[in-house]
C-alpha cells in the first residue's frame, strides 16, 4: 500500500496535475455555489476538456471540481441561505443565521476547516477500505454485479428522490432505453437506430449529461423565472467579517468532527444514501450528542449544527468512490458522472483497476486530499471575492452555459446531430425537471446500462437461461431480498403510507 | 375532474414503453441466436416491460403527492426563444463557421435575456469567442472548421 500511495502522490503532485487541481476547484466552487447548478453539471462541463488530458490529469481535474461545487454549495448555504445542491441544505440550518448574525466568515471558515477535517479522516478511511474491498471484490460473480447494479439503482431512485420513488424508476428505465440504442457490444446488431447512421454508435454518455444537467438546468432557471445570482448581489464585502475562530468554537470543532467523520463516511458507502442523507444524520445526531444549552442554539447558529453537516457532507464524497474505484459500480449520480468519463478514458473501475492501473487508482485518491488542501488554502480567503463573481448577471451566466453545453459536444463530435439531439433531451428534461422527475437515477441507469447487460448475458448463459442465478449463490440471494424490500417498502410509503 | 399532469407523463411513458418493447420484438437477430439464452433483443424486451410496470403502476396508484406547477408564471417566450436560438446555431456551426455563429448566439441569447449594456454584450462575444477559439487551437491544439475565418484568410 505504502508503494501504491508513493505512486499516487509521485502522479497527483506533479506540477500539470496540481494546477488542473487548483483550476478544478476554483471552476468548481464557483458553479457549486451557484443554486441548481451542483457538482454534476461541474463535471459535466469539464469532461469535453480533459478528453484531451491523459486519464489520471483528467480524473484529478474532476476531482477537483467534485471538492470545488461541494464547497461552493456550502458558501451559497451560508451566504445567501441558497444551497447549490442538497448535500448542503442542512448547513444552511445553522450557516445562515450566524450569516445573519454577521458572522458570514466565521460560519464560512467552520464550513472550511470541518469539510478539511471531514475529508481528511474519510480520504484516511477510504486509503484502507477501497484496497481491503477490491480483494473481496473479487470473489463476485456475473449474478452478483448484476444484483449490485439493480440495487444501486433502486438505492438511488429511494433515498434521492424522496417521495417520488416510481418517477424515479421510470428514469432509471428511461435511462437504461437510452443506453440501449446502438450497436450491440457482442454481436454489432443495430437497436433502435432508425437507419440513422448518426445512431449507430449509441447515444453519447457526455451528450446525455449535458442535457439532463447543464443545458436543462439553465432552461429550467429561465423557465421559472428564477435568478440564481440576485440574492449573491446583495453580498457586502464588508458585512462577512473575520474568519477567525476563538478558542471555545474550536473545542466544540473538535468533539463533532470526527463522530460526524464516520457517520458521514459509512452513509456515502452505501449506494444510493449520499451526501444528503449523512449531512441530515450527523446534524441529528450532532444535536443529541451536545449539552441542552447548546441544543437551544441549533438553527439559531451553533458552530456544532453548522460543523457536523459539514463534516459528513465531505466524508460522505469520499466514502462515495469506495463502491465506484473498488465494485466499478457508483452509488450516486455525481460518482455516475465520474463513471462515465473513465469509461470514456478507456478505464474499467473494479476490482482490478487497483492492479491494473495503480497509478489512477492512488493518484485519484491522493487527489483528492490535496483538492482539500487547496480548497482551504486558497479558497478560504478568496470566498468573498468568488461570491462577488457570483454576481454576473443571470442574462449573461445562462447563454454561457448553454455555450459551453453546445461546444462541448460539438468539439467531440464535430456534427450537429448531436447538437439537436441534445437540445431535444434538454427539453424533455426540462419538462420533467418541472414535475419533479429526478435526473441522477437516469444517469446513473445510463452509465450502468451497458455493463448491466453484459452481468445479465453471462448470468443467463451460465445458468442456461434460468432465472434461478439469481437466488442460486447466498450472496445474490441477499442483494434480491434487499431490492424487493426496498421497492416493496417505498411503493407502500408512496402511496398508502398516511403522512 | 382534474388529471394530475405527472399521470399524463405516465402515460406517455407507458405508451413509449410499448413502443419501445414493439421495436425491441423487431431487432433482427442472427438466426443461430434466436433461441439462444440471451440475445441482442432480451435485454431491450425485458426493459419495454419493466417501463410498463412502473408507468401502469404510477397511473393505476393514488397520488399521495402531486406535484402542482404554477404554469401560468412559466416564461414560455425566452425559454423558446433560447430553443430556437440553440436549434439555429447547431444549424450554422458548421456552414457559417465556429466563431460567427457563436458570436451571434451569445448576442442574441443575451439580448434575449433582456441585457442592454451593449459593451458587455459585445465583449462576451466577439472577443470572447476569439478568445476562446484561440484557447482551443493554439494551446489545445483542436481543429474548428470555419468557413467565414478561412474566407477572411485568418485560419489556414
Known amino acids: 500500500m505504502i508503494e501504491g500511495i508513493l505512486i499516487g502522490l509521485n502522479t497527483a503532485l506533479s506540477l500539470k496535475n496540481i494546477l488542473m487541481v487548483m483550476i478544478g476547484c476554483f471552476a468548481g466552487t464557483i458553479i457549486g455555489m451557484l443554486p441548481g447548478l451542483g457538482p454534476m453539471t461541474a463535471i459535466a462541463l469539464m469532461i469535453p476538456i480533459t478528453y484531451g488530458f491523459e486519464p489520471s490529469t483528467g480524473l484529478i481535474l474532476m476531482a477537483g471540481v467534485y471538492y470545488g461545487a461541494v464547497f461552493g454549495g456550502s458558501t451559497s448555504s451560508i451566504l445567501i441561505n441558497a444551497p447549490g445542491v442538497p448535500g448542503t441544505v442542512a448547513t444552511s440550518f445553522d450557516g445562515y443565521p450566524m450569516a445573519q448574525q ?21 480520504a484516511i478511511f477510504l486509503l484502507f477500505a477501497a484496497p481491503s474491498l477490491s480483494k473481496v471484490s473479487l470473489a463476485f460473480r456475473s449474478p452478483d454485479y448484476f ?22 424508476m421510470m428514469m432509471v428505465v428511461l435511462g437504461l432505453m437510452l443506453a440501449s440504442v446502438g450497436q450491440d457490444t457482442l454481436s454489432d ?11 449507430a454508435d449509441g447515444i453519447s454518455f457526455v451528450l446525455v449529461v449535458m442535457a439532463t444537467f447543464a443545458m436543462s438546468e439553465a432552461l429550467t432557471i429561465i423557465f421559472k ?28 470543532m473538535v468533539t463533532t468532527i470526527p463522530r460526524s467523520s464516520i457517520i458521514g463516511f459509512i452513509i456515502g458507502v452505501l449506494p444510493g444514501a449520499g451526501s444528503t442523507i449523512a449531512s441530515f444524520l450527523a446534524y441529528g445526531m450532532e444535536r443529541n450528542f451536545v ?33 465506484l474505484l473498488t465494485l466499478g459500480i457508483p452509488g450516486s449520480g455525481t460518482t455516475a458522472v465520474m463513471l462515465g468519463a473513465l469509461l470514456g478514458f478507456g478505464i474499467q473501475p473494479g476490482p482490478r483497476l487497483y492492479q491494473t492501473n495503480p497509478e489512477i487508482f492512488w493518484s485519484v485518491i491522493m487527489s483528492m486530499y490535496i483538492g482539500m488542501v487547496i480548497l482551504l488554502i486558497l479558497n478560504l480567503p478568496l470566498i468573498p471575492y468568488i461570491a462577488r463573481i457570483l454576481a454576473v448577471p443571470r442574462a449573461f451566466l445562462i447563454p454561457l452555459i448553454l455555450f459551453f453545453s453546445v461546444t462541448g459536444i460539438y468539439l467531440m463530435s464535430f456534427n450537429n446531430f448531436d447538437i439537436y439531439l441534445m437540445i431535444g433531451i434538454a427539453v424533455f428534461s426540462t419538462i420533467l425537471r418541472l414535475y419533479e422527475f429526478p435526473m441522477p437515477p437516469l444517469i446513473l441507469a445510463f452509465v450502468l446500462g451497458g455493463l448491466m447487460e453484459e452481468n445479465l448475458r453471462r448470468s443467463l448463459l451460465i445458468s442456461d437461461g434460468s432465472w434461478s442465478f439469481l ?29 | 375532474m382534474q388529471i394530475s399532469p405527472v399521470k399524463i407523463i405516465s402515460l406517455l411513458f407507458f405508451i413509449f414503453s410499448g413502443l419501445y418493447l414493439y421495436y425491441a420484438h423487431q431487432i433482427r437477430v442472427f438466426s443461430f441466436d434466436e433461441n439462444a439464452p440471451f440475445n441482442a433483443k432480451t435485454f431491450p424486451i425485458y426493459l419495454g416491460y419493466a417501463g410498463l410496470f412502473f408507468s401502469g403502476l404510477y397511473i393505476v396508484l393514488p397520488e399521495k403527492k402531486p406535484s402542482n ?14 430553443v430556437i436560438l440553440m436549434i439555429v446555431y447547431g444549424i450554422t456551426i458548421l456552414k457559417a463557421g465556429y466563431f460567427l455563429s457563436t458570436s451571434l448566439f451569445l448576442v442574441l441569447s443575451y439580448i434575449t435575456l433582456g441585457e442592454k449594456r451593449w459593451f458587455w454584450v459585445f465583449t462576451l462575444s466577439f472577443p470572447f469567442v476569439a478568445f476562446f477559439m484561440f484557447l482551443l487551437h493554439g494551446l489545445l491544439d483542436i481543429y474548428l472548421r470555419d468557413p467565414f475565418l478561412k474566407y477572411l484568410g485568418i485560419i489556414g
Open chain 1, 291 to 323: 449539552k441542552d444549552d447548546e441544543k437551544q442554539k441549533f438553527g439559531k447558529g451553533s458552530v456544532n449544527g453548522l460543523s457536523a453537516p459539514e463534516t459528513a457532507n465531505n466524508a460522505a464524497c469520499s466514502g462515495s468512490f469506495v463502491p
Open chain 1, 189 to 199: 446488431i443495430p437497436r433502435f437506430v432508425f437507419n440513422n447512421m448518426n445512431l
Open chain 1, 102 to 122: 454577521g458572522k458570514a466568515g466565521k460560519a464560512l471558515a467552520i464550513a472550511a476547516y470541518s469539510s478539511f477535517a471531514g475529508g481528511t479522516i474519510a
Open chain 1, 147 to 168: 444484483g449490485l447494479m439493480i440495487l444501486g439503482l433502486t438505492a438511488v431512485s429511494a433515498f434521492s428522490a424522496k417521495g417520488h420513488f416510481l418517477k424515479a
Open chain 2, 69 to 82: 406547477v404554477d404554469l401560468s408564471i412559466l416564461d414560455y417566450k425566452k425559454t423558446i426563444t433560447l
Open chain 1, 471 to 499: 437466488w442460486d449463490r447466498p450472496l445474490t440471494l441477499c442483494i434480491m431480498i434487499s431490492i424487493t424490500l426496498i421497492v416493496g417498502w417505498q411503493i407502500y410509503k408512496s402511496f398508502f403510507q398516511k403522512n
Open chain 1, 225 to 252: 423565472g428564477s435568478d440564481p445570482t440576485q440574492a449573491a448581489k446583495q453580498i457586502s464585502l464588508s458585512k462577512l467579517g473575520s474568519i477567525k475562530l476563538d478558542k471555545d468554537e474550536t473545542k466544540k
